[in-house]
């Protein structure tokens, strides 16, 4: 099974979430600064790498993990991506796309700007690592409902947010 | 192998172009909307889904995908998709067509955003007969091809 994290840059909040879901993040307590700075890809990826699907890693089940940034086009990056899945005929449950966004927070978005955008990621670094952290049992939770999604082998819709 | 056209909804420019590279309209059509069923048919949360418009003389499975603004990461995406499906390298194509979508194509998209309809089934019409003359000159190029990914 392929799962793949998707938001808007593809380099804080979907790359938090597979953190968590491959156990190189914390789940019972908040990351150091240290720690998501060291998360690989976390707050690496610029405009160019938008589009890009990164692997990540393998999780205990043998699941791939990936992330990708879709700018704004969550909806039609979900369409098409089911749809493709449809026109290959590949078993539904094969994929899961999983929407990081909604738990993307104000800072996140100005640090992000800022360190990815604008280039400044001494000043984006930090706002981005406060922004992760204050929205952190958030994420936590929807990889709890990513992990249980797939421990139950459900299938259908294979879309979480 | 699989042709995929792109445009921002995929039932304007990408159709057509596919439409004509499938023989399913002719590249003299003046009123190729009459004759392309799913031509200007979208429904906003769609937008994204392929859409399928037929076989090209190969036997290719043509379709279209609409991406809005997102062409060049949603052909990124795609493409990286399909790898990952574990589909061989060369059994797909992707064809760029929002460089020669219209303006008056554009201008009817957001009409109908605003449902104004008669006004978007208008300027979505004028956009098509600009597009067909593009399409139809190109088709016959033997490097015909707008961006492909």
Request: some cysteine; aromatic content about 12%; proline content about 4%.
């Amino acid at each position: 099974m392929k799962i793949i994290y998707h938001c808007y840059g593809g380099a804080h909040s979907s790359v938090t979430a597979s953190a968590i879901h491959l156990g190189w993040l914390p789940t019972d307590r908040l990351p150091g600064k240290e720690e998501l700075k060291k998360t690989p890809y976390f707050d690496r990826p610029i405009d160019g790498d938008h589009g890009n699907i990164r692997f990540m890693g393998k999780d205990e089940f043998g699941n791939d993990i990936h992330v990708v940034g879709r700018r704004n086009a969550a909806r039609v990056f979900e369409n098409m991506s089911t749809g493709l899945v449809e026109i290959y005929k590949l078993p539904a449950e094969e994929f899961v796309f999983v929407d990081v966004m909604p738990y993307v927070n104000w800072k996140m978005v100005l640090g992000g700007f800022t360190s990815r955008r604008l280039g400044w990621a001494w000043f984006g670094r930090p706002v981005i690592i406060a922004g992760v952290r204050y929205s952190y049992w958030s994420i936590v939770s929807l990889v709890q409902q990513v992990r249980v999604f797939i421990a139950s082998g459900q299938r259908g819709g294979s879309k979480l947010e | 192998m699989k042709i995929f056209y792109l445009c921002r909804t995929g039932h304007h420019t990408s159709l057509l172009a596919a439409a004509l590279y499938a023989g399913v309209i002719d590249e003299n059509e003046t009123r190729p909307w009459s004759r392309l069923s799913g031509f200007d048919s979208i429904n906003i949360t769609d937008v994204g889904t392929p859409y399928y418009v037929g076989l090209d003389e190969e036997n290719r499975e043509v379709y279209t995908i609409g991406v809005w603004n997102e062409n060049l990461i949603m052909s990124k995406a795609a493409n990286e998709l399909i790898s990952l499906m574990g589909v061989p390298r060369g059994r797909w194509k992707i064809v760029d067509t929002t460089s020669i979508t219209s303006r008056w194509t554009c201008l009817g998209q957001i009409m109908k955003t605003w449902h104004f309809d008669f006004w978007a089934k208008l300027f979505c019409q004028v956009g098509a007969r600009k597009e067909m003359k593009i399409l139809s000159s190109d088709i016959n190029r033997p490097d015909y091809n707008y961006v492909l990914h």
